[in-house]
């Protein structure tokens, strides 16, 4: 089959590789979409600690083999990645924090992903779908479920006011989920002015370019002492730092932006957390118990009732023969994006 392997740092050639053939108790997934994920550029920019690997665990796809001891009702079945693979026996899994494993795979970085042709995965982790849901944005359905499990994290309730800090691919689903759970405001910052124009297509009411403005003084006269819950989506220290004056006491904020692991913060913002009583809560993947968690559910919910947009979210498409080109391009900051499908060639 064909894959896009990530050969070393900033390396990915488009080339064969051997077809999977599924073992005992896995299914292969016949890829149909692919979303490209912030971590994979990452991966590539940065580097990876494994060579070589397929990228990619935003993927949808039909089931077209099974393994000794799955169900052949399975075949045929449309599904979706559901990319963390959990050992279920530590004493994390069996509390149900999947993505605290002692030891886990994930597909698409510790194990081959669905750059690709084919995936081969344990049964556990095919998200079965009806089969008219578009495969676009099936793909898109892992992305979503780590907005959908930041907002449970914070413990959003209907009414509150939030502000959504970053307005890339996560921001932009948190600002969805905000909208559909019915938050009272929906404050959303970003430097670039196309990201702000799709996080108020998708729900955002108020959107500000710190770049432009103050963002501490805007978020002031609309919400006095601050929002109820912040949710930082740029990896940016400094806005994390300003995501606490930016919460009301006894707010919330969830992190799910990557910081750079080589900068350093002045504690000050600490005291500020402290004399606010203020909870700073950490998000890391989308899980919850009974795997894949409700997360999962409620973003095939409302992709079926039609309120998550996944159409907006959508800036490129591209065969996945292009993906080394678009990965260079990505790197070069000489493609600007939001979320990009690639597809294996047959199915364009
Ligand atoms: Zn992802
Ligand atoms: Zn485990």
Same mark, same amino acid.
């Given at each position: 089959m064909k894959a896009a392997v990530l050969e070393d740092k900033k390396v990915m050639t488009y080339k064969d590789v051997p077809t999977p053939e599924p073992g005992p108790g896995h299914v292969r997934l016949k890829i149909k979409a692919i979303s490209i994920c912030g971590s994979d550029i990452k991966r590539y920019v940065d580097g990876h600690r494994m060579y070589p690997l397929v990228l990619g665990h935003e993927n949808s796809?039909?089931?077209?083999?099974?393994?000794? &001891?799955?169900?052949?009702?399975?075949?045929?079945?449309?599904?979706?990645?559901?990319?963390?693979?959990?050992?279920?026996?530590?004493?994390?899994?069996?509390?149900?924090?999947? /993505?605290?494993?002692?030891?886990?795979?994930?597909?698409?970085?510790?194990?081959? &992903?669905?750059?690709?042709e084919f995936v081969d995965l344990p049964e556990k982790n095919i998200f079965i779908l009806p089969d008219d849901l578009s495969f676009e944005h099936a793909a898109l359905i892992e992305p979503s479920t780590v907005a959908r499990h930041m907002l449970a994290l914070g413990d959003f309730k209907r009414g509150q006011t939030a502000i959504v800090l970053g307005a890339g691919s996560i921001g932009l689903m948190i600002v969805q989920w905000l909208r559909i759970l019915g938050a009272d405001r929906i404050i959303v910052t970003d430097v670039l002015e196309d990201n702000l124009a799709i996080a108020s297509k998708v729900g955002a009411r108020v959107m500000l370019n710190p770049s432009k403005v103050d963002v501490a003084k805007e978020v002031q006269k609309l919400v006095g002492d601050g929002v109820d819950l912040a949710l930082e989506a740029t990896g940016v220290p400094q806005v994390l730092e300003q995501s606490v004056s930016l919460t009301r006491p006894h707010g919330k904020i969830v992190l799910a932006g990557n910081q750079p692991l080589d900068k350093t913060l002045p504690l000050t913002f600490i005291e500020n $957390?402290?004399?606010?009583?203020?909870?700073?809560?950490?998000?890391?993947? /989308?899980?919850?118990?009974?795997?894949? &968690?409700?997360?999962?559910?409620?973003?095939?919910?409302?992709?079926?009732?039609?309120?998550?947009?996944?159409?907006? $979210?959508?800036?490129?498409?591209?065969?996945l023969s292009k993906a080394p080109e678009v990965f260079e391009e990505i790197a070069a900051h000489q493609l600007a994006h939001q979320k990009i499908i690639l597809k294996p060639e047959e199915v364009i």
């Open positions: 796809g039909v089931v077209d083999r099974v393994g000794d &001891g799955v169900s052949q009702d399975y075949m045929g079945k449309h599904a979706a990645i559901i990319p963390l693979v959990p050992c279920f026996e530590c004493e994390e899994c069996k509390r149900g924090y999947y /993505s605290a494993c002692h030891s886990y795979s994930f597909i698409g970085s510790r194990q081959p &992903g669905g750059f690709a $957390m402290m004399r606010r009583e203020i909870s700073l809560i950490g998000c890391f993947m /989308s899980y919850s118990a009974p795997f894949p &968690g409700r997360e999962w559910a409620e973003t095939l919910a409302a992709l079926l009732a039609g309120t998550l947009d996944m159409d907006a $979210m959508i800036s490129h498409r591209f065969p």
